[in-house]
């Protein structure tokens, strides 16, 4: 009830107004009220608590049931169009501010997007020559789809629709505890910490550089102005590296694993203790550290700062051969990366190590100067094609891939090297390699290909193997109608560049023991 000595004495009124609506048309609101915000259509029940204290609206709480609601909050703006909603909505006076509340609600959008009924309160306190404004936030299940559409129809500003465009964002925060002070879009202060499950954040590039973006993952986060934590777990999602890799998005099948961040000033810098990672190429935990650079003086903000240094490394359980040049960055020149990719068509790898360490700037560390970039691995049933056709000339003949190898991956600065220390020569030979060895020098610039093999077998498959690749020509084709029987043991050295194959060397000796010519 309304209590006062005098009805008309309205400034004395305290206590609750309450109104019942079974059906209600929003539409007409506007002829009895001055609304602040457009509503152009919208029809369904509401019940309406309003507080009075001292003849003041103090608070008000409304339940609704709702259809067909279209409503624009500024002229400038698309309208929000919602074909159902439901729930509480309420506002209460606060001392210093006022405090805004959603209880319940659930609404379905024009577009088919569902709110889940997600709750929320969001407190707001005015500031004085004292003390800054301030705000506190404290929400669960919010669908973030659902919140980027609608919030592209509020006026938050140009630069939070941009985000929100941008950024893309989908999943479900379950819950999040937020406080600030200053204004909401460029707060002195903030901390928030909470939960969302299934996030997605889409990639970007732009001149200023490219952010990852990520699909399937969650995340508790604790964040501040000073930087922040978060537990990042990953089932049957993927990761989207732009100007990373050849195809930026990677797919992961678990990923564990817990980032910390850290901002003073300009200089930001990122640490991941312990990250865990399986996908159908490989398995394996890795660490990461990464700073910015030092600011160039007398450079304008950022330049030197990025792309920063790092210090990454890892080990891998398991690794596919043929999915190696996958994972080569961009920042390898193509014709390495291609080469990788047809010289590597199979095989498994086993206790990979790997480091790179340096500023990103001089990646990919050609020289130990520049900073270490190093990857070895034992290797089981690899296919080697030192020479693939893709670096041929026009109607070569091929040179003989050495398969079933077993021995030793590495990658050294700008060298990359595969010991054997058993293999065969050639497809269906009996020419069983007991030692050799394959290297690329220069791999960013100027490639070579060079290899030193010893082996055994039957001088027929010899024979097959020289007249049918490119040492035919270089012997003038002068074992074409020879035949040999017994075996033998070979050696065999082989260089050429990767740009120009035509050019290669081939030296090598036959130690014959009693064979028949």
Known sequence: PLLSRNVGLWREWQGQLYANFAQVDLAQLRRYAD??????????????????????????????????????????????????????????????????STL????????????????????????????????????????????????????LGEAVHTALTELAPKGLVEQVQASWQGPPEQPTQFAVKGRATQLELAAQTD????????????????????????MVAVQGGSIDFPGVFDDPVIAVDQLAGEVQWKRDAAQISVTVPSLRFSNADAQGELQVKWQTGAVVAGSTEGV???????????TLSRAEGA???RYLPLALHRDVRDYVRDAVTGGTASGVKFKVKGNLQDFPFATAKQGDFRISANVKDVAFTYAPASVLPKDSLPWPALTQ????????????QIKA????????????????????????????VSVNAEFQGPMEDTLSVVNGSPLSGYMGKALAHASFTGPADYRLKLGFPIAAVARATVQGSITLAGNDL
């Open 35 to 100: 609304l602040p915000v457009d509503v152009a259509q919208g029809s369904g029940a509401m019940r309406a608590w309003v507080d009075v204290t001292r003849g003041a609206l103090t608070g008000a709480t409304a339940d609704l049931a709702l259809n067909g609601v279209n409503v624009k909050v500024d002229p400038k703006l698309e309208p929000l169009t919602l074909q159902q909603v439901a729930g509480r909505l309420g506002v209460r006076v606060v001392e210093g501010g006022m405090e805004y």
């Open 104 to 155: 319940g609600l659930q609404f379905d959008t024009g577009d088919g997007l569902h709110w889940p009924g997600g709750n929320v309160r969001v407190s707001l306190f005015d500031g004085d020559r004292r003390i800054l404004a301030r705000g506190e936030l404290v929400a669960d299940r919010l669908d973030l789809a659902a919140m980027a559409q609608i919030a592209n129809r509020l006026p």
């Open 207 to 230: 001149g200023a550089g490219a952010r990852p973006g990520f699909k399937g993952a969650d995340i508790d986060f604790d964040v501040n102005q000073s930087g922040g934590k978060a």
């Open 304 to 314: 030197g700062r990025f792309p920063g240094a790092l210090d990454l490394q890892g």
């Open 323 to 325: 999915r190696v040049y």
């Open 405 to 416: 190898l077993t021995g030793e991956f590495l990658i050294d600065h700008d060298v990359l």
């Open 421 to 448: 220390t058993r293999a065969i020569l050639g497809q269906g030979t009996a020419l069983r390699i007991s030692k050799a060895e394959g290297v690329v020098n220069k791999l960013y610039d100027g490639a070579t």
